[in-house]
């Protein structure tokens, strides 16, 4: 006699799984792509151990100054990228200007060593939503990212908070004049910052692709639309503006 078939229960039937190459599967796997751009491989290492530490994090590419920057994330397009502020070449609010401009969609961590409500505005001007010290990354990484992740703001210190509300808010008299209406171009910010580094006509004209009469012109036109009179004043200008550190 044949012996009898037990029938299945239906709570044991194995659970339906998404295809591998559904959308879902790969929205569950796809991590989120983080650049790193310090001008010390240290920082970045430091960095980046703390992002691959988690599963869903990886570090897509690295730079070491602000115009590298910028060119990587034009061929990476990272989903988020973490900028020192202070780097050669070009500092990290420029290269967040310049980012945001082709790639508005990207979530920028500013790192600096300063707390400064001036440069908080700078920051929130440059259309970066985070602003962290170097010093707290070690703590802090983590909950920037995730917060910036989530399309949220992550800005450290009290200070920070009050001007992040006030900016948020639409308290635009407190903005002071220069972050409202920036007279130089994106061009002439990259100038001021190579002549500020010591770098000559000739030096900034190769490093910008340019040739030296339009360096000089350029160098020109930045005197008469600021009133400065010498280089001294131009690197003094730089450091007040935090287009350079002292």
């Known amino acids: 006699m044949e012996p009898a078939r037990s029938k299945a229960s239906p709570t044991s039937a194995a659970p339906a799984t998404a295809p591998a190459g559904s959308a879902a599967?790969?929205?569950?796997?796809?991590?989120?792509?983080?650049?790193i751009a310090d001008?010390?491989?240290?920082?970045?290492?430091?960095?980046?151990?703390?992002?691959e530490s988690r599963r869903d994090w990886m570090v897509c590419t690295e730079a070491s100054d602000g115009r590298e920057a910028v060119s990587k994330a034009?061929?990476?397009?990272?989903?988020?990228?973490?900028?020192?502020?202070?780097?050669?070449?070009?500092?990290g609010l420029e290269a967040a200007r310049q980012i945001l401009k082709f790639a508005p969609q990207t979530q920028i961590l500013i790192l600096t060593m300063h707390e400064s409500e001036e440069l908080v505005r700078n920051v929130l001007?440059?259309?970066?939503?985070?602003?962290?010290?170097?010093?707290?990354?070690g703590r802090d990484l983590v909950a920037a990212v995730e917060a910036l992740r989530l399309g949220k703001p992550y800005?450290?210190?009290?200070?920070?908070?009050?001007?992040?509300?006030g900016y948020l808010?639409?308290?635009?008299?407190?903005?002071?004049?220069?972050v409202a209406q920036d007279p130089l171009t994106p061009r002439e910010r990259e100038i001021i910052q190579l002549l500020a580094e010591g770098k000559s006509?000739?030096?900034?004209?190769?490093?910008?692709?340019?040739?030296?009469?339009?360096?000089?012109?350029?160098?020109?036109?930045?005197?008469?639309?600021?009133?400065?009179?010498s280089i001294s004043d131009l690197v003094r200008y730089a450091i007040r503006n935090k287009i350079i550190e002292p």
């Open 25 to 35: 599967a790969a929205t569950a796997t796809k991590p989120v792509r983080i650049m």
């Open 39 to 51: 001008d010390h491989e240290i920082v970045r290492r430091g960095l980046a151990t703390i992002i």
């Open 74 to 91: 034009k061929q990476h397009r990272p989903d988020l990228i973490i900028l020192d502020i202070s780097m050669p070449n070009m500092n």
């Open 125 to 137: 001007a440059a259309g970066a939503r985070g602003y962290m010290f170097k010093s707290d990354a």
């Open 155 to 165: 800005f450290t210190s009290k200070v920070a908070e009050k001007v992040l509300s």
């Open 169 to 178: 808010a639409g308290a635009t008299e407190d903005v002071p004049e220069k």
């Open 201 to 229: 006509s000739k030096e900034v004209a190769i490093s910008l692709g340019l040739s030296v009469k339009t360096a000089e012109t350029h160098r020109a036109n930045i005197m008469r639309k600021l009133d400065l009179h």
